[in-house]
């Protein structure tokens, strides 16, 4: 039994640690909407989220109204709009450009990635189809050492903008949350290497 609890407090301790790193080193790289440096990334991949009735959610709301100022300020020239569309039914991709649409962002400065079903595949999609060198992520700060994290070991250098406009107190059940996806993404990119659906190249410019 002894043996039994070294073990599984080994575990947790690792598991941890990993997640304390991960979220440590990569918090780092999180700019604030004004302190995007210049020159900035031409291009910000805006993270995919929940849609209701073909609409996106708050969540990704949040994400795509910051992607939206971003754009209207001047800071990046394209959005990358990365999202799950397995079914017919469910096409992130397509609710998030058309809510941007809504707000003025023309169509054409607009590029969709239709098979970012996860944070991983969103990330190894930009570098190997979308072939982006660096980008800025645009998600929620819980959401964003992770993906953060993923890009930059897939070869894309990325900075993060914090999309925590309207509920920014939502952090208890999202942070637990990241603890498995963390390590999950540690163990995606160090040990399994996993290939996402793939397809031509297709550049943003």
Not at 157 to 172: F, K, S
């Amino acid at each position: 039994m002894r043996f039994l609890l070294i073990i599984i407090t080994l575990f947790a301790a690792a598991v941890f640690g990993t997640y304390a790193s991960i979220q440590y080193t990569y918090s780092k790289r999180i700019v604030s909407f004004d302190g995007v440096p210049d020159p900035v990334p031409d291009v910000a991949l805006v993270l995919g989220a929940s849609i209701k009735s073909r609409k996106p959610n708050s969540v990704l709301q949040e994400r795509l109204d910051i992607a939206a100022q971003l754009y209207e300020a001047g800071k990046i020239k394209k959005l990358l709009l990365s999202g799950d569309n397995r079914t017919v039914d469910h096409n992130e991709p397509q609710a998030m450009k058309e809510y941007l649409m809504e707000k003025g962002i023309p169509e054409q400065d607009m590029v969709l990635d239709h098979a970012g079903r996860r944070t991983y595949d969103s990330c190894y999609r930009a570098k190997e189809i979308f072939q982006i060198e660096s980008a800025l992520i645009v998600t929620q700060g819980f959401h964003l050492p992770r993906a953060l994290y993923l890009c930059n070991r897939l070869g894309i250098e990325a900075l993060g903008v914090a999309a925590d406009t309207q509920y920014p107190m939502r952090w208890l059940q999202s942070y637990i949350r990241e603890i498995p996806a963390t390590i999950r993404g540690w163990i995606d990119i160090t040990l399994l290497k996993p290939t996402p659906v793939l397809g031509n190249p297709e550049k943003v410019f």
